[in-house]
């Protein structure tokens, strides 16, 4: 039967190899294991036998890596833009070959994104050095598809893929800002002022046609009134012809000379005269032959109008 002490030392053993042979592999990760420092096989999540020979080099995640960038680039017209960048990253598959490259491509995973970040500053300054100040701005989405046309090979070959740029922010110098700020402001107070003059030859319009109706009506107005105004002095005027000749019928029938309404009507008129004029002095002939000049004169005046054609 062993002894106490031998027991131990076989309970050490064992447990020494078994923690040496079985080894535990987390979700999304690989191991890669080296023999003899040459890439003998790799290990999956889970539960692995590993030989006492063999030797876990290098842990690889499969999970999606994020990486920040800051560097600046020159644009066409010599302006200095200031790029802020996110970068997401991940092995390409978690195939044998792609893991392999992932992990031999680079000494350190330092060196790697290194790398990845000069790739990514050498694609956008490319891409800006060819735009303009004023353009740059609205081309994020084209910044970012040039780039990732230009990465995606070259990552790649190293074993990772790019799934994502994202430009989370995107400045220029002091000056430029400023001057931008000062093109903006004019471009609003060239855009208030046109607006102001758009509003003012609307209401300066609205006005000319709206004097041109009123106008328009109140000659509508006028030629009504005037065509009323016709009409009534020819009733009028009808009205007193048929009174006269009613009143010569009557001094007719009655034997007296019809031309003596003529006079009357004369003297009433100068009557009316007397009441309703503002002078104070009204000329008439007083004469003993006065009535019968009058009636002359006005019967004379009837024959005028008679002869007229």
Do not use: C
Request: zero cysteines.
């Amino acid at each position: 039967m062993l002894s106490y002490p031998l027991l131990v030392i076989l309970l050490i053993v064992l447990v020494y190899l078994a923690t040496s042979i079985f080894k535990t592999v987390p979700q999304a990760t690989v191991a890669v294991v080296t023999l003899f420092g040459r890439y003998h096989r790799i290990m999956r999540e889970g539960l692995n036998i590993k030989m006492p020979w063999e030797r876990i080099s290098y842990r690889l995640s499969l999970q999606n890596r994020a990486l920040q960038l800051e560097f600046q680039a020159i644009t066409q017209d010599q302006a200095n833009v200031k790029f802020a960048t996110m970068v997401l990253y991940a092995v390409s598959a978690a195939d044998e070959d792609s893991v392999k490259k992932a992990v031999f491509s680079f000494a350190t995973n330092q060196e790697f994104q290194l790398a990845l970040q000069r790739t990514i500053d050498g694609s956008i300054r490319q891409f800006v050095a060819t735009t303009k100040q004023s353009d740059i701005l609205g081309m994020r989405a084209e910044i970012v598809d040039h780039t990732k046309k230009n990465l995606d090979e070259v990552v790649l070959a190293w074993g990772y893929v790019v799934r994502d740029i994202q430009i989370t922010d995107m400045t220029f110098d002091k000056e430029i800002i400023d001057s931008m700020a000062r093109v903006v402001s004019s471009k609003n107070l060239l855009a208030a002022a046109s607006n102001e003059g758009a509003a003012l030859l609307v209401k300066r319009t609205k006005d000319a046609e709206a004097e041109a109706a009123y106008k328009t009506i109140g000659a509508e107005a006028e030629k009504k009134a005037s065509a009323l105004r016709g009409e009534g002095l020819a009733l009028f005027r009808k009205n007193i012809a048929d009174g006269m000749k009613g009143a010569a019928d009557s001094l007719k029938s009655a034997g007296v000379d019809p031309e003596f309404l003529l006079f009357l009507e004369y003297t009433d008129a100068l009557k009316y005269v007397a009441e309703h004029a503002q002078g104070k002095v009204v000329f008439m002939d007083s004469g003993a032959a006065a009535a019968a000049r009058v009636v002359q004169g006005v019967l004379s005046m009837e024959s005028s109008f008679k002869e007229q054609p």
